[in-house]
């Protein structure tokens, strides 16, 4: 497992092993699936589509649906503008949905087809009321959450609408790319506030719909468009995550003149503090409602009682920069050490947020954006941590090397319900709290020798 992994490491510009993201359709795809009643449309091969559905259905366990321009080699030659008309027809008679979200491929991108152009021309196809709003996500540069980022910018580039009345005092809130499950608890924090808000992309009820026995090929979840529509009219937008986020909340900025507000994705305690303080600098309400500050007060309760299982403990974590950022800030905050902090998307900032957050606690802190796994296999293999945090895909490390994997972003593929439990706010935090020290005492458990293995821990 991994053998072939060599101790010494070699500058690479060129090459990736073991890439530690996904292509920008997977992200777009995900994003469009938060608005209701909207269907993804790949224009591109139906190989690319097959691929993008399949790897969200593996995490999410719920289908993805999304349909695609079919490729074929003379489209590849020709250009795919007779197919996408194709597909916005057949698309509005076949599946009805209210809302087309296209976004390209490797392949459309590299013929050069003006999706914007073909949109226009097929305005005729287009039935009274439904919308088709589209995203460049060419799969050679930026990642997934390159993909999301662009078509959550597309929904405000094409849908949002500036002084619609009656909606001015709603906050916008941008979630990121982050769990449905993460925007159920967001959804909870914010109607504790008593907060008018727009968000979106919502992936709750659709990537996490109920079983009723009867299927719907679009579940009751997802922003509504006039709820997107009404995010250019409000009062200020909350972007979290500024590699997912940022980028919508500067269209809507730019286009509509809504105040921007960027934080962290909240995740552990300081994240989550940072959003508190600006939901109340944002509503004007002196203190937060009594349910959070018990919330809270929990958190560190249990932060304190479990402080000398993980204290000084080193920790490798890898995955999306804006779950990366405030997990490596949490880890802080937890008494843990970052050693290794790493993503595949790039991204001078990454670099230089980790080394902010370390810089008093270990500023030796060894952070990559735009790396891959094998870089963070090797850096292991030169000086060991005792915990890695990241998605599926650090299980191959953690096997060869016996490290515990704490499961945290996307994908995790091979654990159950991962999307159902958030990883946001204090509640969030307490799971979190939870999974990194069990981890930990199943490690020392594993380990331990007959006489040293302890009943209560």
Partial sequence: MLDATPKKIADRKALRINPAKTCQPIGAIYAALGIHKCLPHSHGSQGCVSFHRMHLTRHFREPAMASTSSFTEGTSVFGGNANLREAIKNVFQVYKPDCLAIHTTCLSETIGDDVPGIIRNASDLIPEGKYVIHANTPSYVGSHITG?????????????????PGVSDRLNIIPGFVEPADIREIKRILNMFGIKYNLYPDTSDVMDAPQTGKYSFYPSGGAPIDMIKASGSAKATICMGPYSSMPAGIALDNKCGVELVSINVPVGIEATDRFIMKLLALTGRKTPPEEIINERGRLVDLMTDTNFQYQGKRVAIFGDPDMVIPMTDFIVSLGLIPVYCLTGTPGERFVNDIKRICEKVFPDVRVEAQADLFLLHQWLKN??????????????????????????????????????????????????????STALLDKQDADALDEDLELVM
């Fill in 148 to 164: 999301f980022a662009n078509m959550t910018k597309a929904m405000a580039d094409y849908l949002a609408e500036k002084n619609l």
């Fill in 383 to 436: 000086e060991k941590v005792d915990l890695i945090i990241g998605n599926t895909y650090g299980k191959y490390i953690s096997r060869a090397e016996g490290i515990p994997l704490v499961r945290f972003g996307f994908p995790v593929l091979d654990r159950i319900a991962y999307p159902y439990f958030p990883n946001v706010g204090y509640q969030g935090a307490i799971r979190l709290l939870e999974k990194i």
